[in-house]
C-alpha cells in the first residue's frame, strides 16, 4: 500500500512552531538527546500546541484524531531515517512524509513517551504499535517496557498497565487513515530507529534474580508486558496500581493461554450485567477518568472492558511462567489487598476488574486442570494458585450480592441499542423482555426510535408477552395511552417481517393467547378492530387477483396477529356470501400455514383446529342458499389441499367437525355433510393416509348404512320429519364406496381387530334392508355371504357358496324377480351378475309372457325408489333383456295413421323401450294403484322418466348418425322422426294420465321440446320429394294430439314449438 501523504497544514504549523520551542528550551543539547527528567522543560510547549489544535477542532472527536496524528508523526520521526543530503532532491518526491518529517526535529524514544503519557492516550499508542511490522513492534514495546524501567514513576506504571489493558482489548480491521498512513509509511522504509536516541538498543530480558520468580527470554508481545511488570512491580505501592496490574496479569494469562474457554461469549444479561457495574463504577469513582463522561461514552468504553482482543496465545512455557509470577505477587501483595477489597469502602473499577478477573480465571483454571493433561509438577502449581486466590474470589462473591441500579442497568441496554454498540443485536431481546424496565418513557422512546433493530418474530414475541403483562397490572389513562403506542410500534416491527416471520410471530400468539390472541389481555387492540376488519375486507375483495395477493395475505396477517379468530371468522363468512371470491380467500387462510394450530378446548365436542371451530361458528349453521353451500364446500376443499401451500385443515378435523354428528336422517344439514364426506375421501395426496382411521369408521359406514336404509321407506316417512332427498341417495351411495376403500384392514391395529369391527359391522348391518348388506359384500371380503331373499334363488341359478337365503316376510311367493332387480340396482357388477344368473325358458312363450308381466309390475314397484344411477342401471337391464329377446314388449300402433313402410329394426328397441314406459305409467296410474304412490312421490317419478327419455334421445341420435352427415348406406331421417313422433304421443299419454296438481309440467316439457327439436332436425334433412306433404301431414297429427293435453303449460308451450315447425 502507497501511503498517503501527511500535508502541511496550519495545525502542523502550530506543531512545529511547539518543537522548536521546545528545541530552544533543551540546548545547547538536541530534543533526539533528551532524558527523562527533562521532559517538564520541554513537554509544555509541545502539550499547549496541542490543546490549541483541539480547541479549534469543532468536535472532541477531531481533537483526539489530532492527538493521534502529532503521536504517528513523532513516532515516525523516530523510526524513519533522514535522508542523505545527496538525495534530497529525490526524496521530497517520493517520500510521503518528506515535508512534515522536516519541519518536526529529530527526537527520541523519550520524547515519543513523555508525549503520549502527557496527552493520556494509551489507545492510540496501541493502534499505532500494532499497525508496525511484528519485528518492529516487539522491539518499540520492549524499548517501552525498558523506559519504564528506569526511574520508575507512577505515571510510568499507569501508562505501562494502561498500554497493557489496551492492548488486550484491541480491535483489528478498526484502523483509521493516520494509522493506515503510519503503517504504510513503516513498512515502506523498513522502520528501523535511529540507536542514538537516549536509550540503550532493546534488549531480550533475561529475567530478575531478585524477582520473586525467573523467567525465560521473553517470546510474544504479551510477554514482553509480563517481562515489563516483573521490572516495575516493586515500584508499584498504591493499592489501585497493585489492584490493576494484578487483573492484567489474571486477565492476559486468562483469555490468552489454554485457560481461555472455548464457545460461546458470555450471556448477553451476564454481559450487560458487567457493562452496567463498570459504568456505575465509573460514574461513582471521582479518580476515574470517565466519572465525567456522558453516558454512551462510558458504555462504549465499559463495552471495551469486557472484551478481548484476538491476539495470539501464550505457550504453555510462557503460561506457566505467567502463573508463577502470579502465584508470587499473591503472595506478596495479598493480605494487605485483602483487607482493602474487604473494607466498607466502596470498590473502584481497579478492584472490580481484579475480582471479576479472578473469578473467572478460577473457573478456568480448575476447568484447565482438569482436561489440560498437565504434569504433576504443574497440578501442584495450579492446585497452590487455586489455593492462593480462593479467598479473593470469597470477596468477589460477596460483592455481587450488590445488586446494579434498576434504572442504570435499562439506560446502559438502551445506550447499546441506540449507539448499535457491540452485542447490540441481543441487548434487543433483553429490552424487548425485561419487565422491569418497561413503558418507561425512555424505554418506550427507544423502542419507537429503534423499530427497526426489533424487525425479527423472536423479538416481536417478546415484546408481545411484556406489552400483555403490563396491560394486566396496569389500566390508568397514562397506561393506555403507552399501550396504544407500543402496540403501534410492534405493528410496525411485524409488517416488515417477511410471511414466514409473521407465520412464526402467529404461532407464538396462538400458542400463548390462543384464538382471541391479544384482544384476551389488551382493550387497545379491541377499540376499533371491527371498523379495521371491515375497512381491511372491503379493500380486498374489490382486488381480488393474483396481484392483490401479496398486499391481501399482509394486510389479514396483520389483522390476525392482532384478533386471530375474529379475522379468520370474517374471511369464513366473505368465502360464503362474496360471489366468487371463495379461493382468493382460501389462497389468503393457506398463505399464513400458522393457522393450522390445534387448541385444546375443554369441551370435548368442540374442534381442536382453529380454523374448522371459526368456520363452525361463522357460517356453518348460516347457510341457506345452494350457492352458499357450494361455496362453503369448494372453500372447505381448498384449505384441505391447496393447489401451492401446505393443507390448512385435516381431513380427520373436517370429519370430525362437519360430518361425524350431523349423518342421521332427522339432521338438516346431512346432505351438505355427505358432500363434505365426499370431498375428504377424495383427496389423495394428504400426508397422514390413514387419517380415517381416527374417525370411527366404522360407525361412521353404519351411519351411511342407516341413511341407505331409510331410503327403502323413503315415500312412507312421516310428513315434516326431514330426511335428505332421493337426488342425495346417489351421493350416499358414492361416498359409500369412498369410505369401503378408505377404510382398509392394513390400517388395523391386528387382524383380529379387523375381523371384530367387520362382525360389528354385519350384525348392526342385519337389521337394515337386506340391500345394504349386499353393499357391503367387497369390504367384507371371504367373511360373509350374501344374503338375499329366498325367493331369488327361485328365478337365478345363485352358487351357494357365496350366497345364502335369509327368511324375510315381505318377500313373499312371486317376489324372486322383484328381489333380482333390486340386486340389479345395487352395483354394475352385481347387475351383470344377475343377468348372468337369470333363468327364464325363451323356448316357452307362456313363461316369456308371465317373466314380462311381472317383469313390469316389478319394475314399477321399484322405480319409485331409484336413485338415478339405479334407475340408470335398470334402464340398462330392460335394453339386455329386449335386444335377447328375453323381455316381451309388443308394440300397439295405436299412435299411428298408416303403416310405415320403414325400416325401423335398428330402432326396435327404442320403441319398445318408449312403450314399456307408458306401460308402466299405464299401471301405476291405473285404479288397483291409485293410492300406492304419495302425491309427492310423483314429480320424482316423471323426472326418472324424462331423464331416461333424454337418454334414449341420444342412443337415436347416436344409432342413427348426425342429420347433416347421414350415413353411407342412406340417411334414416324418415325413421328417426317416426321415432320421436312416437316418443312424443307417448309422452304426452303419460301427462295426460298424471293425477292434477302433481306439479310435473316443467320436466315433461323440457323433454317434450327436445324430441321435437331432434324430429325437427331429421326430418328437415329429409331431402326425399314427399317429405314436405309427410311433414305437413306429421305437424297436422302433431298438433291433434296436442290440442288433448290437459295441463295448460305443456299444452301451449308444445303448440307454439309446433307452429314453428317448417316455419
Same mark, same amino acid.
Given at each position: ?573 366473505? %368465502?360464503? &356470501? ?7 380467500? !382460501? *389462497?389468503?387462510?393457506? /398463505? +399464513?400455514?400458522? =393457522? $393450522? ?59 370430525? %367437525?362437519? &360430518? ?7 339432521? !338438516? *344439514?346431512?346432505?351438505? /355433510? +355427505?358432500?363434505? =364426506? $365426499? ?385
Amino acid at each position: 500500500m502507497e501511503p498517503e501523504p501527511w500535508g502541511v497544514c496550519e495545525e502542523m504549523a502550530i506543531l512545529h512552531g511547539a518543537f522548536l520551542l521546545a528545541s530552544r528550551l533543551v540546548q545547547p543539547r538536541a530534543l533526539s538527546e533528551l532524558r527523562k527528567g527533562e521532559w517538564p522543560l520541554v513537554g509544555p510547549p509541545i502539550t499547549d500546541a496541542l490543546k490549541e489544535i483541539g480547541a479549534c477542532c469543532p468536535s472532541p472527536p477531531q481533537g483526539s484524531l489530532w492527538k493521534k496524528e502529532a503521536v504517528a508523526v513523532v513516532w515516525a520521526k523516530v523510526l524513519l531515517p533522514a535522508p542523505p543530503a545527496a538525495s534530497l532532491d529525490q526524496e521530497w518526491r517520493e517520500d510521503a512524509f518528506f515535508s512534515v518529517g522536516r519541519m518536526i526535529p529529530d527526537v527520541n524514544h523519550t520524547v515519543l513517551f513523555e508525549l503520549v503519557k502527557a496527552l493520556g492516550e494509551p489507545r492510540h499508542f496501541v493502534q499505532l504499535l500494532l499497525a508496525l511490522p511484528h519485528g518492529v513492534r516487539q522491539n518499540e514495546l520492549e524499548r517501552l517496557v525498558q523506559y519504564v524501567a528506569s526511574e520508575t514513576s507512577q505515571s510510568d506504571i499507569r501508562f505501562l498497565l494502561d498500554v497493557w489493558w489496551e492492548m488486550m482489548r484491541h480491535e483489528e480491521g478498526q484502523e483509521d487513515r493516520t494509522v493506515s498512513t503510519f503503517s504504510a509509511l513503516v513498512h515502506q522504509h523498513g522502520g528501523e530507529s535511529s540507536p542514538d536516541d537516549g536509550l540503550q538498543p532493546p534488549k531480550r530480558f533475561k529475567g530478575d534474580p531478585g524477582s520473586p520468580s525467573g523467567s525465560p527470554a521473553a517470546t510474544s508481545l504479551l510477554m514482553v508486558l509480563v517481562e515489563g511488570l516483573k521490572e516495575t512491580y516493586r515500584s508499584i505501592a498504591q493499592p489501585r496500581m497493585r489492584c490493576y496490574a494484578l487483573a492484567n496479569l489474571v486477565e492476559l494469562l486468562s483469555a490468552f493461554s489454554e485457560l481461555a474457554a472455548e464457545g460461546s461469549p458470555l450471556p448477553v444479561t451476564e454481559y450487560l450485567d458487567k457493562v452496567g457495574s463498570v459504568v456505575s463504577l465509573w460514574s461513582s469513582d471521582a479518580e476515574s477518568q470517565y466519572h465525567h463522561r456522558a453516558l454512551d461514552e462510558k458504555v462504549k468504553e465499559a463495552e471495551r472492558s469486557v472484551s478481548f482482543s484476538s491476539m495470539a496465545r501464550l505457550s504453555r512455557e510462557e503460561l506457566f511462567v505467567g502463573l508463577d509470577f502470579l502465584c508470587s505477587l499473591l503472595r506478596a501483595w495479598g493480605e494487605e489487598l485483602q483487607g482493602i477489597l474487604n473494607s466498607s469502602e466502596d470498590p473502584c473499577y481497579e478492584s472490580y476488574l481484579l475480582l471479576n478477573a479472578l473469578t473467572t480465571f478460577r473457573k478456568n483454571l480448575v476447568c484447565f486442570s482438569e482436561t489440560g493433561g498437565l504434569s504433576k509438577d504443574e497440578m501442584h502449581k495450579a492446585f497452590e494458585l487455586l489455593q492462593t486466590i480462593e479467598d479473593f474470589v470469597k470477596i468477589s462473591t460477596s460483592q455481587k450480592s450488590k445488586d446494579s441500579d434498576t434504572s442504570l442497568v435499562s439506560a446502559v441496554a438502551m445506550t447499546i441499542i441506540e449507539q448499535k454498540l457491540h452485542r447490540h443485536v441481543e441487548m434487543c431481546s433483553v429490552f424487548a423482555s425485561e419487565e422491569t424496565w418497561v413503558f418507561s418513557k425512555g424505554w418506550v422512546e427507544c423502542l419507537v426510535k429503534n423499530k427497526e433493530l426489533f424487525q425479527k418474530p423472536e423479538l416481536v414475541l417478546k415484546l408481545l408477552q411484556t406489552l400483555v403483562n403490563f396491560a394486566k397490572s396496569y389500566h390508568d389513562r397514562d397506561a393506555r395511552e403507552m399501550q396504544m403506542q407500543v402496540t403501534k410500534a410492534i405493528v410496525e416491527c411485524y409488517s416488515e417481517l417477511s410471511l414466514t416471520d409473521k407465520n412464526q410471530v402467529i404461532s407464538g400468539v396462538l400458542a400463548s393467547w390462543g384464538g382471541p390472541g391479544l384482544s384476551l389481555n389488551l382493550q387497545v387492540v379491541v377499540e376499533g378492530f371491527q371498523e379495521d376488519l371491515n375497512v381491511t375486507f372491503n379493500q380486498i375483495t374489490k382486488s381480488v387477483s393474483d396481484e392483490g395477493l401479496s398486499r391481501a395475505v399482509a394486510s389479514v396477517a396483520r389483522l390476525t396477529l392482532l384478533y386471530p379468530e375474529a379475522t379468520i371468522k370474517q374471511v369464513c363468512s366473505l %368465502a360464503v &356470501v362474496n360471489l366468487g371470491s371463495h379461493q382468493f380467500l !382460501a *389462497q389468503i387462510l393457506c /398463505s +399464513l400455514p400458522a =393457522l $393450522s394450530f390445534l387448541e385444546t378446548p375443554e369441551d370435548p365436542g368442540r374442534p381442536r383446529s382453529l380454523v374448522v371451530r371459526c368456520l363452525k361458528e361463522a357460517v356453518w349453521e348460516k347457510l341457506s342458499a345452494a350457492r352458499e353451500k357450494e361455496q362453503f364446500l369448494e372453500f372447505l376443499a381448498f384449505l384441505m389441499q391447496p393447489s401451492s401451500a401446505a393443507p390448512l385443515v385435516s381431513p380427520a378435523e373436517v370429519t370430525k %367437525a362437519f &360430518v361425524l354428528p350431523y349423518l342421521k336422517s332427522d339432521c !338438516a *344439514q346431512t346432505e351438505l /355433510s +355427505l358432500q363434505i =364426506l $365426499s370431498k375428504v375421501l377424495g383427496i389423495q395426496s394428504y400426508p397422514e393416509e390413514d387419517w380415517i382411521e381416527s374417525c370411527h369408521p366404522f360407525p361412521l359406514l353404519l351411519s351411511l348404512c342407516k341413511l341407505l336404509d331409510g331410503y327403502t321407506k323413503y315415500w312412507r316417512q312421516p310428513r315434516g320429519q326431514p330426511f335428505p332427498s332421493l337426488e342425495t341417495k346417489d351421493l350416499v351411495l358414492s361416498t359409500l364406496g369412498q369410505l369401503c376403500e378408505a377404510v382398509r384392514p392394513e390400517a388395523a391395529p391386528s387382524a383380529e381387530v379387523w375381523v371384530q369391527s367387520l362382525a360389528w359391522l354385519h350384525r348392526k348391518v342385519a337389521s337394515l334392508d337386506w340391500t345394504v348388506g349386499l353393499r357391503l359384500k367387497k369390504f367384507y371380503g371371504d367373511h360373509f355371504k350374501n344374503e338375499v331373499p329366498a325367493t331369488l334363488f327361485e328365478i337365478c341359478k345363485l352358487p351357494e357358496d357365496e350366497w345364502t337365503s335369509r327368511s324375510l316376510p315381505a318377500y313373499g311367493p312371486g317376489s324372486g324377480l322383484l328381489a333380482w332387480m333390486e340386486c340389479c340396482c345395487v352395483s354394475t357388477e352385481l347387475r351383470e351378475t344377475m343377468l348372468t344368473l337369470l333363468t327364464v325358458n325363451v323356448d316357452n312363450p307362456e313363461e316369456v309372457n308371465l317373466f314380462s308381466k311381472g317383469f313390469l309390475v316389478a319394475l314399477i314397484q321399484v322405480l319409485p325408489w331409484c336413485s338415478h344411477s339405479e334407475w340408470k342401471r335398470l334402464v340398462h337391464v330392460v335394453t339386455n333383456l329386449l335386444e335377447r329377446q328375453v323381455l316381451h314388449v309388443p308394440y300397439t300402433l295405436e299412435y299411428v295413421q298408416y303403416m310405415p313402410l320403414l325400416n325401423l329394426r335398428p330402432f326396435a328397441c327404442y320403441l319398445q323401450l318408449s312403450v314399456l314406459f307408458l306401460r308402466g305409467f299405464q299401471l301405476l296410474c291405473s285404479s288397483s294403484c291409485s293410492t300406492w304412490l304419495p302425491a309427492d312421490a310423483w314429480l320424482h317419478v316423471v323426472q326418472l322418466y324424462c331423464g331416461s327419455l333424454t337418454d334414449l334421445l341420444s342412443s337415436i341420435k347416436s344409432t342413427a348418425g348426425s342429420p347433416s352427415q347421414p350415413p353411407a348406406d342412406g340417411s334414416p331421417a324418415e325413421e328417426v322422426s317416426f321415432v320421436c313422433i312416437q316418443m312424443f304421443c307417448h309422452l304426452l299419454h303419460v301427462a295426460a294420465m298424471l293425477p292434477p296438481d302433481s306439479g310435473c309440467s316443467e320436466p315433461l316439457v323440457v323433454v317434450a321440446l327436445e324430441i321435437l327439436s331432434q324430429y325437427e332436425a331429421f326430418s328437415s334433412a329429409d331431402k326425399s320429394p314427399s317429405n314436405v306433404l309427410r311433414r305437413a301431414n306429421e305437424r297436422h297429427f302433431l298438433e291433434s294430439i296436442t290440442d288433448n293435453v290437459g295441463d295448460e303449460e305443456l299444452h301451449s308451450t308444445l303448440l307454439q314449438k309446433l307452429s314453428k315447425l317448417g316455419a
